[in-house]
């Protein structure tokens, strides 16, 4: 199956990303989302960072203006699903509100289309089991930025089909990534590993084992991490961070995945990191 024209279901950091790599590397593009406000902030996002592609000699300035031209913006998901050979759910990590998306992407997609979900933790089967094409079901977790990490996690869920497994990882090949192919396990590998080791940082923080940028220091100087797990906690979203720690926690059953209470207090005060202008740390 060949896949060029693709639906991206949620207009925020990872859909507009997503959006953009997918334009980038010559792909028919419709973006979605509920809120005009939000799509027209995304494909602002999308050209200020083509722009820094055109400044990086990555790409020329008639590649982006062709990008930025596959790139289509509706509110309307039933409008353009239809014509999509994949559709990519990616609004925020809770489980019902994915649930609810995919359940609306089934009914309005073509029976040919492919259904892939950017779920950071959540079950693949368990979203599959919702539609009426569990064999068309799959997970695309790409990595935060999109345009610039390399990795996409794909999920088989306990029905996806060889073929749809086969045609997303020709197409993350197309869009420049290296696909890696996971078990449909809580959290896969990147957010099993990555997330406790964020929610030590934290409770390091929050016992007094060291200041914020202390912790960090130790992470980027003498691990060699490009970013501290406090900083790259502000960088995903705290949010997230608490919805996919919730995750493991539930599905495996055991308390090294508890959430910091400190990560509970900064989501419930607002500070959810670069997003809203305060986490970890102060973001301009």
Known sequence: MSIQRVVVVGAGTMGNGIAHVAAQHGKSVVLVDVSRDVLERATTTISANLDRQVKKAILSEDDKQAALARIETATDLGAVAGTAD???EAVPEKAELKYSVLEAVDEAAGPNAILATNTSSISITEIAARTGRPE????MHFMNPVPVMQL?????????SDETNAAVLRLAEQLGKTPVEVNDYPGFVSNRVLMPMINEAVFALMEGVAEREAIDTVMKLGMNHPLGPLELADLIGLDTCLSILEVLHRELGDDRYR???LLRKY???GWLGRKS???FFEHA
């Open 86 to 88: 994949l559709v990519i």
């Open 259 to 261: 959430p910091c209470p």
């Open 136 to 139: 068309r079901v799959i997970g």
């Open 277 to 279: 202008g305060r986490g």
């Open 267 to 269: 989501v419930a005060a």
């Open 152 to 160: 996409v996690e794909v999920i088989r869920g306990l029905a996806t």
